[in-house]
């Protein structure tokens, strides 16, 4: 993921043009797929459209003029995933990636308020030296906590950059999720069921609206209501 990569073989999930140039910049290793995040530098020139190329960027960001999940960010290959919050103080603009009904990514305007929080899934737990259990989460941060009370799949809802937990979405039935991958990524579902299997096949959730997709395709995004602001649906 270091080198940078053909316009035409950059993942689905960016909206970036295939034919203007040839080459697009890659983003550094970490914890997300190559599909699941774009590098800042992108972000800035190819989607916010505040600068007109790479090497403006580059300056932009050495001038740490931008900042990321509440901490400023000088690395132009920085992958910047789903959910985080991208401001840019000098214009007063906060924005948090989200995925469109086709699943493609798109930054979505928020408020000041908005972004001093994010959301971030459970990926899985493990136990630390001294038996403590930490929790880790899809952006790749851990996170310790005093008492197993969250499962793999919830989501929580933390504030920037402290990491404090402000409140939990649960993958049980009538909360709303986003799928996040596979051929329905960005698609907004209620919750109706898990299904667990007992082989080694993946776990599955079904939606109220009778679609089944496995449970690391799910994030939930709010109990009841969405908790983020959605990007507008597009006209098929």
């Known amino acids: ?10 993942p689905k999930s960016w909206p970036v043009t295939r034919k203007s140039h040839v080459w697009v910049t890659s983003p550094n290793p970490g914890p997300h797929s190559l599909d699941g995040c774009m590098p800042l ?4 020139r190819d989607m916010l459209k505040v600068v007109d190329t790479a090497a403006e960027a580059k ?12 901490k400023v960010i000088t690395e132009e290959k920085f992958p910047v995933g789903l959910m985080d919050v991208v401001s840019i103080p000098a214009n007063g603009k906060h924005y948090r990636m989200l995925l469109d009904d086709r699943g493609k990514f798109i930054l979505v305007e928020i408020t000041e308020d908005r972004a001093k929080w994010k959301l971030c899934r459970i990926e899985n737990k493990t136990y630390v030296s001294g038996g403590r259990l930490q929790l ?8 310790l906590v005093e008492s197993d009370i969250y499962k793999t799949g919830d989501v929580l809802k933390i504030e920037l950059p402290t990491q404090k937990v402000i409140e939990a979405f649960k993958l049980v039935q009538g909360n709303v999720a986003m799928i996040v991958s596979g051929a329905n990524a960005g698609q907004i579902n209620v919750v109706d069921e898990q299904i667990e299997e007992r082989s080694t096949a993946p776990n599955l959730v079904r939606f109220k609206n009778g679609k089944l997709t496995v449970k690391d395709n799910v994030f939930v ?3 009841k209501t969405p908790e983020v602001v959605l990007p507008e649906v597009r006209a098929v």
Request: aromatic share 0%; proline share 0%.
């Open 1 to 10: 993921m270091t080198q940078d990569l053909k316009r035409l073989n950059a």
């Open 59 to 70: 300056k932009v960001l050495s001038s740490k003029k931008v900042l990321v999940d509440g």
């Open 41 to 44: 530098s992108v972000v800035l």
């Open 136 to 143: 880790n989460l899809h952006d790749g941060r851990n996170m």
């Open 221 to 223: 995004i709010g109990n």
